[in-house]
């Protein structure tokens, strides 16, 4: 099922957060998911050791860049979604994991608009897609944004990075004190206890809506393919 890998070639710029939190977020739905850790810094795979991993998340951290694509291709015949997190640089891992994604995210500090790690990795996705003769779909979604950032301008930002044929989310990743919890602590959002987080119901809220606009891009994405097998198969 759907392979989403999360890709940004500027260190810390919340792509490990984004990664946990959708894969925590799916496994609340019921669904089984796989995270491929190709960070080495291995923040995931010493989250998967603190108690309150959900049942339904598996871990795999022993990756190499001559064998990942068929690790993700298979797991994703297994599990409802393969997530991996990938290392703030660009490598070989990096480009063979986002050739077999039906969706890479980039995630962009909002903040600082600092954008040229993003752009680094949509200039890859670009020179993968010739390589693979296809198309390798992406979004940008911003993070670390002030809670208290107006609306306004979020929206120009946005705007900014739209008028430059950029998929962007409408729902940013609000910089939040539970998000940080999480890699502690151990367990996803669910588990958290509200009497010693913070905001923790704002942070549920947010990441529930972040999920909810990836999930329905891989869903559309399947459906799109379904549709062009319908066609040739017709
Ligand atoms: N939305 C957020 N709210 C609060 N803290 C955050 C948020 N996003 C990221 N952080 C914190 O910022 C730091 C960097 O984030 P993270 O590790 O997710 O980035 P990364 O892109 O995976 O970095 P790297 O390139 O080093 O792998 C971490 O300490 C993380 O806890
Ligand atoms: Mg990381």
């Not at 923790?200 to 869903?219: G, I, M, P, S, T």
Request: charge should be neutral; charged fraction near 25%.
């Amino acid at each position: 099922m759907p392979v989403i890998s999360f890709a940004n070639a500027k260190g810390g710029a919340g792509k490990t957060t984004a990664a946990l939190l959708l894969a925590t977020e799916v496994a609340e739905r019921g669904k089984t998911v796989t995270i491929f850790d190709a960070d080495p810094q291995r923040w995931i795979s010493n989250w998967s050791e603190l108690p309150g991993r959900h049942p339904n998340i598996v871990v795999q951290s022993e990756l190499s860049p001559a064998t990942i694509t068929e690790q993700v291709l298979e797991a994703a015949q297994e599990r409802d979604y393969v997530i991996i997190d990938l290392e703030g640089t660009e490598n070989l891992m990096v480009a063979n994991a986002i050739s077999v994604s039906d969706l890479v995210v980039v995630p962009i500090q909002g903040s600082s608009m600092d954008a040229r790690g993003g752009a680094k990795i949509l200039r890859l996705i670009r020179k993968l897609e010739e390589i693979v003769r296809h198309d390798i779909r992406h979004c940008v979604v911003l993070t670390r944004t002030n809670a208290a950032v107006t609306t306004r301008a979020l929206k120009a930002v946005q705007d900014h990075l739209s008028t430059s044929g950029i998929d962007v989310l409408l729902t940013p990743i609000i910089e939040r004190a539970a998000y940080r919890d999480m890699f502690e602590f151990g367990g996803g959002l669910a588990t958290l206890d509200p009497r010693q987080v913070t905001n923790l119901d704002k942070a549920r809220e947010n990441a529930a809506l972040f999920a909810a606009e990836v999930l329905e891009r891989v869903q559309t994405r399947q459906a799109r393919r379904w549709y062009d097998w319908f066609k040739k198969a017709s």
